[in-house]
């Protein structure tokens, strides 16, 4: 059985082709151009072109995307959104 990490500390390292994020608890959503992501207290948005989840395990809090990132925003804690909602904004 894996060992679920409950590390509140994340970190993110780009190298121009792949982000690595740590600390992560979820993916609220994501797009080629938008990735939502949840970290323990509040929300992080990566903004890019081409951007694809490579990699999620919520178990050790690790998420890869790879793309051209061309923002990272930290936001208020996330709420989960209907799609709908999303959809329509």
Known sequence: ???K???KNHAF????????IT?????AHFEDKE??????ERGLLVRGKSLA???????????VIDGEVQ?????GA???TALLKRLFK
């Open 35 to 40: 990735v939502a992501v949840s970290l323990h």
């Open 23 to 27: 600390g992560v608890k979820e993916v």
């Open 78 to 80: 996330m709420e989960k």
């Open 53 to 63: 989840v490579t990699e999620l395990n919520v178990n050790t809090g690790l998420l």
């Open 13 to 20: 390292n780009y190298d121009g082709k792949r982000l690595n």
């Open 5 to 7: 990490i409950t590390n």
């Open 71 to 75: 923002s990272i925003a930290y936001t």
């Open 1 to 3: 059985m894996e060992e």
